[in-house]
């Protein structure tokens, strides 16, 4: 992985530009990248942070419908139609119709969908403990990325340019 944003390249190369490395979207990206990368290397490399997402709700709230689980989850539709069809193909996750409405499909973890969940839950603890171990207030920065989340999403849904 890249060094993306160091102020002054160890090779000599070229430097980011400092208007950049201020752009909160740019610092969102690198904090993605980077936290996809570790995950990848320290959870699993084929079950994904969203997947996980998934599981930890369908976990949380058995038997809820695809489109309110995408909502919960913050993934479009689309989405989680395929993360769903994914898990399912693994065997961690159980669809079934709804009684009332053919149209919508019920969750549920499976036995190695929750035995999955349970070694999951390990290294994504320990990842999130090693991510955050320099910042003291977690708490707080935790509550003002939310706060940023839901602004971010606010502006992306509104009115287009």
Known sequence: MSREGDAADAEGGPTTP?????APGYLARRLHQAYTAA???????????PQYAVLVTV????KLDQGSLAHT???????????????????LIERTQAPADGRRKLLGLTDD???ALGRLRVRVTALEDELMAEHAS?????????ALSRRWETVATGPTA
């Open 39 to 49: 995950w990848a290397r320290r959870v699993d490399p084929v079950l994904t942070g």
């Open 113 to 115: 969908g929750r035995a």
């Open 59 to 62: 976990e949380a709230h058995p």
């Open 73 to 91: 989850v913050a993934l479009d539709r689309s989405t989680m139609a395929d993360v769903c069809r994914r898990l399912e193909d693994r065997g």
């Open 18 to 22: 400092a208007v950049i490395r201020q």
């Open 138 to 146: 977690l708490a707080d920065l935790l509550g003002h990325l939310d």
